[in-house]
């Protein structure tokens, strides 16, 4: 039973974002909302309270019925009725229809049993707010809250009216009135202002991405800077060069053979520079990526610290490490849910151990994809290792040794 509950922990809950953790608790406390109140309020009152003539009784019966159906009703539009209300999918535009008629039958039923003297005030009162509840939490999400204020306020009058014939007592208007704006301001303020609070959260988890992608298309327009850098100015001599050689090759001068040999040259010589320009972005610098990783975390909203002893190490070290680094923040930004991430990077004992952490459940890619066991094959190069895995409740922990060793400065990237 316990593993049971762990992997759906694991599967429904870990791996869903704040924003999906918040929404999946509204649902559950709205829904759980709307089949208390009926039990504790109309049920469990009614089956004390009610006169057990023949007629209360079928009124009753009844009462309890369509109040069910209430919140069958009302479980059934709750998602689309936050759906609409967050932009995703249109209402349908009967969804409510059905929770107003079955709202209209259950008023009719309480004032029925009131009129006739079927069951004590107090009941009475309870019964209003729970027929209300049910109709009223996905209400309030479909339409503005001036428009839901209004019509509470108008099927307040009408109640009231419709007890007056009833009760006229000033004391029984007055706990009318104060049942039925109790259940509205509830249904408002526990529906209305947990949706409100779900729209900011997938708000900030849109621009939270947003300014992640961003700072991906800045290093890549980083890149393109670099390339036009070192192709631009050779390539314009090129293209000078070789058509001052054609020129010359036409008149049928000997310089012409000396333009293309230069040619040749700048062009062997741009070869090499782009690839150290790419060499730089495969062979990740373990400073550069470090200063990277705290930039895009930074973006994204997560708090990241970076501690660095990086000083002095082999390059292919460094280059090892790099890579470990720009996984790890991927992983964080991908699937992770962190708010904050620190990476730190010391030497001892002969050996260079990078350590990154952080607090949200950053281990998607240690469940059977590619990106642990590419990293463990480039640290093997250089005889280092990699552990990853969870370090506490809520906490990931990515450790990564690498050896100083001859052998370790011997490799080639």
Known sequence: MIGRIRRWHQRHWRERSKAQRVELQSLVTWHASIWVFPLS????????????????????????????????????????????????????????????VLLGLALAAIVTLAVLGGTDPVTTRLAIGAVLMP??????????VPVFLRRAAGLAVLIVAAFAVGDASGLGIFATVMMTAFAAGFCLTAGRCGAWTLAVLWEAERAREVEARLAVAEERLRFGRDLHDVLGRNLSVISLKSELAVQLARR?????????????????????????????YREADLLVELAGAQG??????????????????????????????????????????????????????????????????????????????????RLALV????????????????????PLSQKAGEVTS
């Open 383 to 402: 005889d280092g290792t990699l552990e990853a895995g969870r370090a506490g409740k809520d906490r990931f922990r990515l450790v990564a040794e690498v």
């Open 135 to 144: 109709f009223g939490l996905p209400y309030a999400l479909t339409v503005p």
């Open 252 to 280: 049928g001068r000997p310089e012409a053979v000396e333009q293309m040999i230069e040619v040749q040259r700048i062009a062997q010589e741009s070869q090499r520079e782009v690839r150290d320009v790419v060499r730089g």
């Open 41 to 100: 309020w109309l049920a469990l009152p009614l089956v004390g309270e009610l006169d057990r003539r023949p007629v209360p009784m079928a009124l009753g019966a009844l009462l309890v019925a369509v109040d069910l159906l209430q919140c069958a009703a009302a479980s059934r539009v709750l998602r689309p009725a936050l759906d609409d209300y967050l932009g995703r999918a249109g209402l349908p535009p009967r969804a409510m229809r059905a929770p107003a």
């Open 296 to 377: 895009v975390l930074s973006a994204a909203g997560i708090d990241c610290q970076v501690r660095a002893e990086a000083g002095g190490l082999p390059a292919e070290v460094q280059a090892a490490l790099g890579w470990v680094v720009r996984e790890a923040a991927t992983n964080v930004l991908r699937h992770g849910d962190a708010g904050r991430c620190s990476v730190r990077v010391r030497v001892r004992e002969g050996r260079v151990v990078l350590t990154v952490e952080n607090d949200g459940a950053a281990d998607a890619l240690d469940s059977g994809g590619s990106g642990l066991a590419g990293l463990r094959e």
